[in-house]
T-cell receptor, first 110, second 116 residues
Framework: GQSLEQPSEVTAVEGAIVQINCTYQTSGFYGLSWYQQHDGGAPTFLSYNGLDGLEETGRFSSFLSRSDSYGYLLLQELQMKDSASYFCAVTRNQGGKLIFGQGTELSVKP | GAGVSQTPSNKVTEKGKYVELRCDPISGHTALYWYRQSLGQGPEFLIYFQGTGAADDSGLPNDRFFAVRPEGSVSTLKIQRTERGDSAVYLC??????????????FGEGSRLTVL
């Protein structure tokens, strides 16, 4: 089977940096994705790591270590609008389906 | 339209009834996925199509659930003899090809199903 673990809640202040960790256990690991979901909205794609290392997209960066079965999403210069749920998701065996974690609810305080 | 469209946005039904949920993917996207999401949980995989055929239906919980994509575009998720435990938001997503190489799915806003 497969499993993903991420913290259920994280709180940070506006302007700060926050890191959301994700550990996974799965056979045939292919890549790790990150999605953002605001209350009542659709999940939206943020970032993808197929190889070890850091991927940077504006204020968001994502990191993957295959040897540690671990990744993280880094959000910099936090804004109130970043308050949302963040999901990591794994792809296996080059296949199409993504398996999502339970999500981390990020609250950004003024 | 520019994005993934799902109808209805809300559906309230009674236990035992039959329900159909429709998904219209982004034009040109060959892969289409169905997920369901309960409050406070991550999206749970149900089934995905590559073209007209179901490439992986391992997430369908039982034989009350069925999905079709007859022309390789619009898909319908069908739920027979609904139960209260089927209440959730049903999300549809599409991608240009298999999502594996890029990890990117484009989601619709979902259909919220409530079974009374």
């Amino acid at each position: 089977g497969q499993s993903l673990e991420q913290p259920s809640e994280v709180t940070a202040v506006e302007g700060a940096i926050v890191q959301i960790n994700c550990t996974y256990q799965t056979s045939g690991f292919y890549g790790l994705s990150w999605y953002q979901q605001h209350d009542g909205g659709a999940p939206t794609f943020l970032s993808y790591n197929g190889l070890d290392g850091l991927e940077e997209t504006g204020r968001f960066s994502s990191f993957l270590s295959r040897s540690d079965s671990y990744g993280y999403l880094l959000l910099q210069e936090l804004q109130m609008k970043d308050s949302a749920s963040y999901f990591c998701a794994v792809t296996r065996n080059q296949g199409g389906k993504l398996i999502f974690g339970q999500g981390t609810e990020l609250s950004v305080k003024p | 339209g520019a994005g993934v469209s799902q109808t209805p946005s809300n559906k309230v039904t009674e236990k035992g009834k039959y329900v159909e949920l429709r998904c219209d993917p982004i034009s040109g996207h060959t892969a289409l996925y169905w997920y369901r999401q309960s409050l406070g949980q991550g999206p749970e995989f149900l089934i995905y199509f590559q073209g007209t055929g179901a490439a992986d239906d391992s997430g369908l919980p039982n034989d009350r659930f069925f999905a079709v994509r007859p022309e390789g575009s619009v898909s319908t998720l069908k739920i027979q003899r609904t139960e209260r435990g089927d209440s959730a938001v049903y999300l549809c997503a599409s991608s240009r090809g298999l999502a594996g190489p890029s990890g990117e799915l484009f989601f619709g806003e979902g259909s919220r199903l409530t079974v009374l």
